[in-house]
């Protein structure tokens, strides 16, 4: 709820606009006491659309490599945002991908290397997990993770807009349920000829330590069951000292890679890992 000229003037940080800013905002807490005591309660979500970016590349890897359409499931899902990955558009370099009419665009958002833009897989499923999961579909899901977005930073609220508008035309599906009782749901049903990727982007240092070694217990289970027709990844974008690390582990086989490297919000993305066009199965179309 807008408080004032001068409440949105502090927004541009100068000294003089937040000072006049000042009386406005405590105003405005002190009459709304009662609302703002339980809006502290809810969880931190920021859902950040740009994590695709550095996830992107792993998902375009194991429909490359598998030649399979994708099974997504997501841990932390939120809202799903980043579980519609394949209705934005991506460029590196030269080379581009997704949809060329997509409101989210994310320009030179990877910065050093290209992901396996030369194939363009089939979803089959898209679900997610989150202890909050909040529907797209209702007005107060823009405005919580709105909340959650620092004020200057108006590129990400128009993307939280737009990504929110594809969510509600892009079905996917996220509970609410126990991290562990979930993902061990989920893979305990084997989906033929397709791959199942599990992923999740600055999740794990929000689940506590025996869930965390569960999930990766599962995941690793999981793998073993994991055959050329139902193959299994575990797609993971998660701290990393300074940054975050993009890793991807694939089953059958189990060979854990560093793809790339990102900030914690996605670009700029460091793609790493060796490809070429001629590496696994091509199974659609790249932009260039």
Same mark, same amino acid.
């Given at each position: 709820?807008?408080?004032?000229?001068?409440?949105?003037?502090?927004?541009?940080?100068?000294?003089?606009?937040?000072?006049?800013?000042?009386?406005?905002?405590?105003? #405005?807490?002190?009459?709304?006491?009662?609302?703002?005591?339980?809006?502290?309660?809810?969880?931190?979500?920021?859902?950040?659309?740009?994590?695709?970016?550095?996830?992107?590349?792993?998902?375009?890897?194991?429909?490359? *490599?598998?030649?399979?359409?994708?099974?997504?499931?997501?841990?932390? #899902?939120?809202?799903?945002?980043?579980?519609?990955?394949?209705?934005?558009?991506?460029?590196?370099?030269?080379? #581009?991908?997704?949809?060329?009419?997509?409101?989210?665009?994310?320009?030179?958002?990877?910065?050093?290397?290209?992901?396996?833009?030369?194939?363009?897989?089939?979803?089959?499923?898209?679900?997610?997990?989150?202890?909050?999961?909040?529907?797209?579909?209702?007005?107060?899901?823009?405005?919580?993770?709105?909340?959650?977005?620092?004020?200057?930073?108006?590129?990400?609220?128009?993307?939280?807009?737009?990504?929110?508008?594809?969510?509600?035309?892009?079905?996917?599906?996220?509970?609410?349920?126990?991290?562990?009782? =979930?993902? *061990?749901?989920?893979?305990?049903?084997?989906?033929?000829?397709?791959?199942?990727?599990?992923?999740?982007?600055?999740?794990?240092?929000?689940?506590?330590?025996?869930?965390?070694?569960?999930?990766?217990?599962?995941?690793?289970?999981?793998?073993?069951?994991?055959?050329?027709?139902?193959?299994?990844? =575990?797609?993971?974008? *998660?701290?990393?000292?300074?940054?975050?690390?993009?890793?991807?582990?694939?089953?059958?086989?189990?060979?854990?890679?560093?793809?790339?490297?990102?900030?914690?919000?996605?670009?700029?993305?460091? =793609?790493?890992?060796?490809?070429?066009?001629?590496?696994?199965?091509?199974?659609?179309?790249?932009?260039?």
């Amino acid at each position: 709820q807008s408080t004032g000229t001068g409440a949105l003037l502090s927004f541009s940080g100068r000294r003089t606009a937040a000072e006049e800013a000042w009386p406005l905002f405590h105003a #405005a807490v002190e009459q709304n006491a009662a609302m703002l005591r339980q809006l502290v309660l809810h969880p931190v979500q920021t859902n950040e659309v740009a994590r695709s970016c550095g996830l992107v590349g792993g998902f375009l890897l194991v429909a490359r *490599e598998t030649g399979l359409p994708l099974r997504l499931l997501e841990l932390g #899902a939120s809202a799903g945002l980043n579980l519609r990955w394949d209705h934005y558009w991506y460029q590196a370099g030269r080379s #581009a991908w997704g949809d060329p009419q997509a409101p989210i665009r994310f320009e030179n958002a990877i910065s050093e290397g290209e992901p396996p833009f030369d194939c363009a897989p089939e979803i089959v499923e898209r679900a997610g997990w989150d202890p909050n999961p909040l529907d797209p579909n209702l007005p107060e899901t823009e405005l919580t993770l709105a909340s959650f977005v620092w004020p200057d930073q108006v590129a990400r609220f128009h993307r939280l807009r737009d990504a929110l508008a594809i969510a509600r035309r892009v079905p996917a599906r996220v509970d609410a349920a126990g991290a562990v009782d =979930w993902l *061990e749901a989920q893979l305990s049903m084997i989906v033929p000829a397709a791959a199942t990727v599990v992923f999740h982007s600055i999740v794990m240092d929000y689940l506590p330590v025996e869930e965390r070694n569960r999930v990766r217990e599962l995941l690793h289970e999981a793998g073993q069951r994991a055959g050329a027709a139902s193959p299994v990844a =575990w797609l993971r974008m *998660e701290r990393g000292g300074e940054q975050t690390e993009v890793r991807l582990t694939l089953w059958p086989g189990g060979e854990e890679r560093l793809l790339a490297t990102a900030a914690f919000h996605g670009p700029p993305v460091r =793609w790493l890992a060796v490809t070429s066009a001629t590496d696994g199965a091509r199974s659609g179309r790249g932009i260039p």
